[in-house]
């Protein structure tokens, strides 16, 4: 079996602007930035990559909440439909207990030992006699089940109060995270703003050569030594995602989407192992507890890869020290570098 050299640290400070470096300590924060009338490119390019990776934290924290919340929904309907149809056949026992009722009532008010001396047959007297009785244990028993449906109703009933009221608080917490969000997705377009024209595309210009650089390494002949990589044999599964994934180079990044227009980091995974027939949680660091657990030395092009301490960004390694993943707000699903960012371990699914 081929061997990996573990890849050397990167030289460089990034490879790309928007990428998450937030690893390292930033001096400036947004209200320095804010106070400051000139920024310089490498303080606004900083700030905006610390900006876009705590979003992106967030970003996770309020997928998951709203798989949860999709989960709690589905559990109160499919409760509150349990109870509609329990509360349909209540009402029919209670109605058949009522209809033998009223019968009773209406032929019982001759007393039993008379009717028995007057009836001009007593065999058939006794007879229906022995079936009033029947019908009578009968209407007992279905007392009893309409005392346990009812207590089964109220206990669902109940239980559904509770649910929707999880549920409620749960949806609050998705509108604080989605300010959160957009808050800082707007400060960094902010400091963005500050940024001459000539600067602004020239940092987009950087972004873009170092985006095809990677799309060029990860379309090389995988059997090469690239760099510091071998690269392994993947599973099937794993390719065939990669292969769903890298169809969608070019579209858009945005938070909380799974497809198939556009993306955010852990909404590609799902998407496109979904693509191979594997279901993936929806967060990247639910994502991070499938498969079997690969160092950087053992990698192979369609394993899942995850980054940042927290696991709040995942791609799909490409081959040839490559991802692919969706990045941040304002950019698309791009190849990049596997060390732009501070790689933690990849698992392998399929």
């Known amino acids: 079996m081929a061997s990996h050299r573990r890849p050397k640290s990167p030289s460089r400070a990034r490879v790309t602007i928007f990428g998450a470096t937030a690893a390292a300590t930033v001096a400036l924060t947004s209200q320095s930035a804010q106070a400051d009338p000139d920024p310089t490119v490498d303080e606004v390019r900083e700030e905006v990559d610390r900006l876009y990776e705590e979003a992106e934290a967030v970003t996770e924290e309020y997928n998951g909440a709203q798989e949860q919340a999709d989960q709690l929904q589905a559990e109160v309907e499919e409760l509150q439909e349990s109870a509609a149809r329990g509360q349909e056949e209540l009402n029919e026992l209670r109605a058949s207990v009522g209809a033998v009722a009223s019968a009773q009532y209406r032929n019982g008010g001759i007393d039993p030992s008379l009717q028995l001396f007057l ?25 009893r089940l309409i005392e346990d449906r009812q207590r089964g109703l109220d206990q669902q009933r109940q239980e559904a109060t509770d649910k929707l009221a999880e549920l409620e608080e749960l949806r609050a917490r998705l ?28 940092l987009e210009a ?20 690239r760099g510091d990589f071998v ?8 390719e065939a995602a990669l292969s769903a994934a890298a169809s969608k180079l070019g579209s858009p990044y945005v938070w909380g989407a799974t497809g198939p227009s556009a993306f ?38 369609g394993d899942l890869v995850f980054f940042y301490s927290d696991l709040h960004h995942v791609g799909i390694y490409a081959g040839n020290g490559q991802i692919i993943h969706a990045p941040r707000p304002g950019s698309s699903v791009e190849y990049l570098s596997i060390n732009a960012m501070p790689f933690q371990f990849g698992t392998r699914v399929g």
């Open 206 to 225: 950087e972004e873009a050569a170092a985006a095809e650089r990677a799309a060029e390494a990860a379309r090389a002949d995988r059997s090469d030594v």
């Open 175 to 202: 509108d604080e995270q989605k300010e959160t969000i957009q808050g800082k997705l707007n400060e960094a377009q902010s400091l963005l703003n500050q940024l001459t024209a000539e600067e602004q595309a020239r």
């Open 231 to 238: 690269d392994l044999p993947g599973s099937s599964r794993g």
């Open 119 to 143: 009836s001009a047959d007593p065999d058939a007297y006794l007879d229906q006699a022995s079936t009033l009785d029947q019908v009578s244990g009968k209407q007992a028993e279905t007392l």
């Open 264 to 301: 955010d980091c852990s909404g590609l995974t799902s998407w496109a192992f979904s693509q191979a027939g594997v279901s993936l949680p929806r967060t990247s660091q639910a994502q991070a507890g499938v498969g079997t657990r690969v160092g950087m030395n053992e990698l192979a092009p």
